[in-house]
């Protein structure tokens, strides 16, 4: 095991108690538990990493959870009798852009995409098909992508009658200046290359795996939609090639679901920031405090 995630593992183990990845290393010291080769000023902050790490990237099976921001503890002790129930809940973390971009990730080629041969469809399965016979779909590193291929991301829409859900992206959401610190409605996801399955009915697991990033964000077991746990996959409303200043075209899935009629909102429990159901029968009189794909989506499906 990692070093680290080792030393929080025993400190919390026999603490029992939540602690911040700087009262972990506090203790790990006082303890005399930290190896030799670990050293530097700032320990906490690598251990705060790589728990945040760890939670991310094995979520349903992870060795820690969060409490609340910046507060870690072990998972094998929720089912201990007596640890307080109050930290048994644990509180999901918003996903970040720069996290989701860690596999390869579908991409239409730019020639393509300029063609009209683009602007012919609406519908994501009819564009990946033809794009398909034109040899223009490729998985690229989203990290490094040339200006020969645009990227294809999935943005998930909730909606409940004539509102969609919104809320505001916060800085550790999303840096990027056209998107900090505006009102959105909709959660983005890549269209990765694990997404696409043997049951993905031609269409990349670009269904799926919005779902599961509409989970996520919404901290929501698929089980909860439906008693059996099945949800109708949505095609993609649209197609929207989106081209704003300072960075490169995106090719936008927009997908719609139907919220399910107990859920309700709320910011601490799913750590968004200013959540509201937002009415699309009367037109916003701040449209431009939208970001830029919100804005795209609402004139798709208005």
Same mark, same amino acid.
């Given at each position: 095991?990692?070093?680290? !995630?080792?030393?929080?593992?025993?400190?919390?183990?026999?603490?029992?108690?939540?602690?911040?990845?700087?009262?972990?290393?506090?203790?790990?010291?006082?303890?005399?538990?930290?190896?030799?080769?670990?050293?530097?000023?700032?320990?906490?902050?690598?251990? &705060?990493?790589?728990?945040?790490?760890?939670?991310?990237?094995?979520?349903?099976?992870?060795?820690?959870?969060?409490?609340?921001?910046?507060?870690?503890?072990?998972?094998? !002790?929720?089912?201990?009798?007596?640890?307080?129930?109050?930290?048994?809940?644990?509180?999901?973390?918003?996903?970040?852009?720069?996290?989701?971009?860690?596999?390869?990730?579908?991409?239409?080629?730019?020639?393509?995409?300029?063609?009209?041969?683009?602007?012919?469809?609406?519908?994501?399965?009819?564009?990946?098909?033809? *794009?398909?016979?034109?040899? *223009?779909?490729?998985?690229?590193?989203?990290?490094? +992508?040339?200006?020969?291929?645009?990227?294809?991301?999935?943005?998930?829409?909730?909606?409940?009658?004539?509102?969609?859900?919104?809320?505001?992206?916060?800085?550790?959401?999303?840096?990027?200046? &056209?998107? *900090?610190?505006?009102?959105?409605?909709?959660?983005?996801?890549?269209?990765?290359?694990?997404?696409?399955? !043997?049951?993905?009915?031609?269409?990349?697991?670009?269904?799926?795996? *919005?779902?599961?990033?509409?989970?996520?964000?919404?901290?929501?077991?698929?089980?909860?939609?439906?008693?059996?746990? &099945?949800?109708?996959?949505?095609?993609?409303?649209?197609?929207?090639?989106?081209?704003?200043?300072?960075?490169?075209?995106?090719?936008?899935?927009?997908?719609?679901?139907?919220?399910?009629?107990?859920?309700?909102? +709320? +910011?601490?429990?799913?750590?968004?920031?200013?959540?509201?159901?937002?009415?699309?029968?009367?037109?916003?009189?701040?449209?431009?405090?939208?970001?830029?794909?919100?804005?795209?989506?609402?004139?798709?499906?208005?």
């Amino acid at each position: 095991m990692d070093s680290y !995630l080792d030393i929080a593992e025993r400190v919390l183990r026999a603490s029992k108690r939540p602690m911040s990845a700087r009262a972990i290393i506090s203790a790990a010291y006082r303890a005399g538990i930290v190896p030799d080769h670990l050293y530097g000023k700032t320990q906490f902050k690598t251990l &705060q990493a790589r728990l945040s790490e760890e939670i991310l990237y094995n979520r349903r099976h992870t060795l820690f959870y969060r409490t609340e921001p910046g507060v870690f503890f072990l998972t094998e !002790l929720m089912s201990d009798p007596s640890i307080p129930q109050k930290f048994k809940t644990a509180f999901p973390a918003r996903r970040r852009t720069r996290d989701l971009l860690n596999e390869p990730s579908l991409a239409l080629a730019t020639k393509y995409v300029m063609s009209d041969r683009f602007s012919k469809f609406h519908r994501w399965h009819d564009l990946v098909a033809d *794009a398909e016979r034109h040899d *223009a779909v490729k998985y690229v590193d989203p990290k490094h +992508t040339s200006s020969d291929f645009i990227m294809i991301w999935s943005f998930s829409l909730v909606r409940r009658a004539q509102c969609v859900l919104s809320y505001r992206v916060g800085r550790y959401r999303d840096d990027r200046d &056209q998107f *900090a610190n505006r009102r959105t409605i909709g959660f983005p996801g890549i269209v990765g290359f694990t997404d696409n399955t !043997l049951f993905s009915e031609g269409d990349y697991g670009a269904a799926e795996g *919005a779902l599961e990033a509409l989970l996520t964000d919404l901290d929501l077991s698929l089980r909860s939609f439906t008693s059996e746990g &099945q949800v109708d996959l949505p095609a993609s409303t649209d197609i929207v090639k989106l081209d704003y200043s300072g960075d490169k075209p995106t090719i936008l899935l927009i997908m719609q679901w139907k919220c399910p009629e107990w859920f309700e909102p +709320t +910011t601490r429990r799913l750590s968004l920031n200013d959540v509201c159901w937002f009415d699309m029968s009367s037109r916003a009189n701040n449209i431009d405090d939208f970001e830029p794909w919100s804005r795209a989506a609402l004139d798709c499906i208005r």
